[in-house]
């Protein structure tokens, strides 16, 4: 008989203020997806390193209460925690996150140890997860022209137009499906 495997379903962004920017496109989707699980509400937890946690019937939903950038702390607590509470059921790790390199609403699945590229809660995380095995659904937010810092810095934490928004959103069933292949095989 087949262990049953349980999925850690982590969103990386940033808290307050910056709540709803293109940077915090994992939260969005995160949330989405536990209302349309029927999840109940996220609850902070500090056992699960101060983040928020959702448990429904198939996943842990959690998101980062941290800024982006260090993400990686509150990341590793709450997977640690996840694992004890396993029970010999096969745990395994999912991370949330925008992604520039796609168009508003695209996704894209990768190993979690892909390059990071320029993300910098991705090297948080790596930084803290070194050999750790984990899976990353990318979610697109579009990039603007310019490649300078300061524009890609200004882009990603200004708040998500309307139609940005409907955009992220709009790929919850996508990201529910891919995780629920995850579970099946």
Not at 73 to 79: C, D, E, N, S
Request: charged share 20%.
């Amino acid at each position: 008989m087949a262990t049953p495997v349980r999925l850690l379903v982590c969103s990386i962004g940033n808290p307050g203020p910056y709540l709803n920017t293109l940077h915090s496109a994992g939260h969005t989707v995160l949330s989405a997806l536990a209302n349309t699980l029927s999840y109940p509400s996220f609850q902070k937890s500090r056992a699960y390193g101060n983040g928020l946690v959702s448990t429904g019937s198939e996943f842990t939903l959690w998101q980062s209460g941290s800024l982006m950038n260090v993400s990686g702390v509150g990341l590793t607590a709450a997977w640690r925690q996840f694992q004890k509470e396993g029970r010999g059921e096969d745990a395994r790790l999912v991370v949330v996150h925008d992604e520039l390199e796609l168009a508003p609403g695209q996704l894209k699945v990768k190993s979690g140890s892909a390059s990071a590229k320029g993300h910098n809660g991705l090297k948080s995380i790596n930084a803290l997860l070194r050999g750790t095995e984990y899976t990353r659904i990318g979610v697109g937010i579009g990039r603007p022209e310019s490649r300078e810092p300061d524009v890609v810095a200004g882009y990603v934490l200004r708040k998500m137009s309307a139609q940005e928004r409907i955009k992220v959103e709009g790929c919850v069933g996508k990201v529910e499906m891919e995780l629920r292949r995850m579970i099946e095989g």
